[in-house]
């Protein structure tokens, strides 16, 4: 045996590198969990579980948008939502040279990840104002709204979470693509929060603890107020 070993791997000069905060992780895999939930629910005609669930998810729907103003920097929407130039240029790199490395939402994560939120927000609102068939069981807020548009949200509600089961399945073949394609795996940080990364010029910065203090007493009392029907 030589002194030289031609086939070794170069070392790997990239460090790990906290990428997600924990709350972020929490609200995804809460999400991930509570969709199916919330679709088997309703199948199964379980409908004080199916609002309960519906509740939670509107508190960690509180907690996302506050976190996207008050979070980490790779948490916040002005970090992460592009203009459409921006966009443009990142779907180009994909089949090309690559460019910088994306500390967070890459410029079309970015939109997907407002896809996604903005149609569970739909969902749950409509929800809220939503009847049944026979205007027996009824969301918190339909008293607020005639019969016809109680019907209507219900109708929508369900054409909704078709909808979101599409933009879920889109959401799960781009991390299949990054994985297979780009050998890029989106999952383990948004698992362990960390990705290994060559050294950044400014790496990300998170928030402090009464932030998420905060943003818990603001989701969880949103919650509560809806599910009473928002008195005032
Ligand atoms: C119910 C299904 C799902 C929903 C509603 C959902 C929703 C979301 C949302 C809203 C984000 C943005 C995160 C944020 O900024 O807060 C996100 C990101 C992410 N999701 Fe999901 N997700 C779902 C399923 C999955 C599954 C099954 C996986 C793994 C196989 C996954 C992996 C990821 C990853 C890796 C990111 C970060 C992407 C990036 O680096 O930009 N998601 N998801």
Not at 101 to 121: D, F, M, Q, T
């Amino acid at each position: 045996m030589s002194g030289f070993d031609t086939d070794a791997e170069p070392a790997d000069s990239r460090a790990p590198v906290r990428l997600w905060d924990w709350p972020i992780r929490l609200v995804h895999w809460s999400f991930v969990l509570l969709m199916p939930a919330l679709w088997w629910t309703f199948r199964s005609g379980r409908m004080e579980t199916h609002e309960l669930l519906g509740y939670i998810t509107l508190g960690l729907l509180v907690f996302r948008i506050f976190w996207g103003f008050a979070g980490g920097s790779t948490a916040r929407f002005s970090a992460f939502v592009k203009g459409p130039r921006a966009v443009a240029r990142y779907a180009r790199s994909l089949f090309g040279e690559p460019g910088e490395p994306v500390v967070g939402h890459n410029p079309l994560g970015g939109w997907s990840a407002l896809v996604l939120l903005g149609l569970i927000i739909s969902e749950v609102g409509l929800g809220l104002f939503a009847q049944d068939t026979d205007g027996i069981v009824s969301g918190p807020l339909t008293r607020y709204v005639s019969y016809e548009i109680a019907d209507r949200a219900r109708d929508l509600h369900e054409l909704g979470f078709n909808l979101l089961l599409g933009f879920i399945a889109l959401h799960v073949a781009a991390i299949l693509f990054y994985l297979l394609v780009k050998r890029d795996n989106l999952v383990g940080p948004m698992i362990t929060g960390q990705k290994r990364m060559a050294a950044l010029p400014s790496p990300p910065t998170f928030a402090a603890w009464r932030r998420i203090a905060i943003g818990a007493v603001l989701g969880a009392g949103a919650a509560w107020w809806v599910s009473l029907g928002c008195p005032l």
